[in-house]
């Protein structure tokens, strides 16, 4: 598919898939697209050129209501009804769905419970954390028993503890064989959660695969960060930098990207007043090899 | 040979014009029942907010004016004031309830609390959902004129049972006032926007269309144009009935008040589409 804004193309040319029961995720900085690209597959944004096609033979935007049907979707912001409690919040959504008051009343506690809210059923939204509120768009999504799920950052903002017990609760969903889609900036909700990567950068896919695959094709296996005062300076050392296959300044800090770390660390012994970290290449360190360690400037 | 450059992409398609006609079906009633179920909680504020207002208009102004004005000529017959100005302000009150539902009330469903947002989301189309609106607000001033009637026929204003056509009309009123509100609505950046829709549109329609004074005092070009404001419309439709009279041009009267919901809602829900397709 493709977008564009007046000049500006925010969805180049990209073509993905996602299999029954996977989780993808589309991971990449700030204004990548990957919001935009979220709003095209809803339907929310219409496409400049290209295809989106859903189960069964289904088609955005002609089938845009079937598909949504079966879609349970978490947008960046919530949407919760700040005058409504829990429970109710739930009510209403499943009404949109065309499901009858009984049916959606049997769907509440196990809904509540899943989003552990059970002892919040009739508190409003105003009155819940962070996480709570993430937990029950989460839950409010699942009112229609869809097959698959569009998350779009879903643990921005939440603190270690929320975030984990939003990774359980989205792993429970993989397990019950329903398909997700994800947007994150978080490379560990990303490395933790997706079978599948999806890398844009500036609307462009740049790196597509599995997490632990993208890191062997792209990065050497691990890293030694060294930083302290006169570390800049080892960038350029001469017996350093044939020990290193990649070496990279960030800040204060110098990466060193190697098959071998030891005689790198033995290398690195006449400086002790240097902090040194050696650590195995992660998908943070891929994440910043393709998109760049500048800080965007519209970001 | 020529060098002409092939495009990247086959297909270029900025989507469906925003004109198109209304995809409506009746997946509006969860959303109006979603409206419904939040003011059932604030109904009791909400109802003295409605109905003490324009009460007060008529108490001062019919009581107060009344007594200096005494008695109005209408279409040759000597009216009391206060039921020449109960007549027209209820028209007044359902524009109002209309208007403020559809304004202050839809745009922070809209764009604070991004409620529509969600409900898209789910398996509800846009046109739905003002559609949704529309007959909300309209809902509303349904209900605020029912009250204040109510009080009216306790103080004995009217005791016309006429007025019970007064009631299907004063809905229409409302949807007519919702449909151009919501125009509003789709073009706001914040509340403070819809001040030049009260003060460049409302404010002077409620002094031209013969609520206080009869229009015939407006000088002729002033009047030629109030005639057809819709406020004046609704008022021309509803006095007579008040009066225990059938309106004269009554078919004619509901037929431009119709055509400016009909026009004013497919105005507005192109540019709320406009607005949620970028």
């Not at chain 2, 419904?36 to 019919?62: Q, T, Y």
């Not at chain 2, 009123?173 to 003060?199: P, Q």
Request: a neutral charge; one cysteine or more.
């Amino acid at each position: 598919m493709v977008k564009r804004y007046g000049d500006a193309t925010v969805v180049n040319d990209l073509s993905f898939h996602i299999d029954p029961g996977e989780c993808l995720g589309v991971i990449g900085p700030n204004g990548a697209g990957k919001t935009t690209t979220l709003r095209i597959c809803l339907g929310l944004t219409s496409p400049d050129g290209g295809q989106i096609d859903y189960f069964d033979g289904l088609h955005m935007p002609q089938d845009a209501l079937a598909i949504k049907s079966r879609l349970g979707v978490v947008s960046q912001m919530d949407t919760l009804d700040p005058d409504f409690s829990c429970a109710e919040n739930l009510l209403v959504y499943g009404r949109y769905f065309g499901l009858k008051d009984t049916q959606i009343r049997e769907r509440i506690a196990p809904l509540l419970e899943f989003g552990a809210l059970t002892s919040k059923a009739n508190a409003k939204p105003g009155e819940l954390s962070g996480g709570m509120k993430r937990r029950l768009s989460l839950s409010r999504a699942l009112i229609n028993h869809p097959s698959m799920l569009m998350l779009d950052e879903p643990t921005t903002g939440l603190d270690p503890q929320a975030r984990h017990l939003m990774w359980e609760r989205l792993q429970n969903l993989l397990q019950q064989g329903k398909s997700i889609l994800l947007t994150t900036h978080f490379m560990d909700e990303a490395e933790r959660l997706c079978d599948r990567l999806l890398v844009l950068d500036h609307g462009r896919k740049i790196a597509e695969g599995k997490p632990r695959d993208l890191i062997a094709e792209h990065l050497e296996p691990d890293v030694v960060e060294v930083y302290g005062e006169g570390a800049l300076a080892l960038a350029q050392d001469a017996a350093l930098r044939p020990l290193a296959a990649r070496v990279e300044v960030s800040g204060e800090t110098v990466f060193f990207y190697t098959a071998q770390a030891q005689p790198l660390l033995l290398a690195l012994q006449p400086w002790p007043q240097l902090r040194t970290l050696h650590r195995p290449a992660n998908l943070e360190d891929l994440f910043l090899k393709l998109t760049g360690r500048q800080i965007r400037e519209d970001a | 040979m020529s060098n002409f450059k092939t495009p990247l992409t086959p297909s270029f398609n900025t989507g469906p014009s925003v004109w198109r006609a209304p995809q409506l079906s009746m997946r509006w009633w969860p959303v109006f029942l979603r409206n419904l179920l939040v003011w059932r909680k604030l109904a009791i504020p909400s109802l003295v907010g409605n109905i003490a207002e324009p009460l007060m208009w008529l108490v001062a102004f019919g009581y107060g004016m009344g007594s200096l004005i005494g008695q109005i000529e209408l279409d040759g017959e000597k009216v009391p004031y206060i039921l020449f100005l109960a007549s027209g302000s209820i028209c007044m009150s359902a524009m109002n309830a209309a208007t403020f539902e559809a304004l202050y009330s839809a745009f922070s469903r809209m764009h604070v609390q991004k409620t529509w947002d969600g409900i898209m989301n789910a398996p509800v189309r846009l046109d739905d959902i003002v559609m949704a609106e529309m007959l909300w607000a309209a809902f509303k001033a349904l209900f605020t004129v029912t009250a204040i009637l109510g009080v009216m026929l306790a103080l004995g204003i009217s005791h016309s049972w006429k007025l019970l056509a007064a009631w299907p009309v004063l809905l229409g009123v409302g949807i007519a006032f919702s449909c151009m509100a919501l125009i509003f609505n789709a073009l706001a950046w914040g509340y403070d926007f819809f001040t030049y829709y009260f003060t460049l549109f409302l404010t002077p329609m409620m002094f031209l269309s013969g609520i206080f004074f009869p229009r015939d005092q407006l000088p002729p070009m002033v009047r030629s144009i109030a005639d057809w404001l819709p406020l004046s419309l609704a008022v021309d439709l509803v006095r007579p009935l008040f009066l225990d009279r059938w309106p004269e041009n009554a078919l004619q009267q509901a037929l431009v008040l119709a055509a400016f919901a009909g026009v004013s809602f497919w105005v507005a829900l192109a540019l709320t589409r406009k607005r949620f397709s970028s």
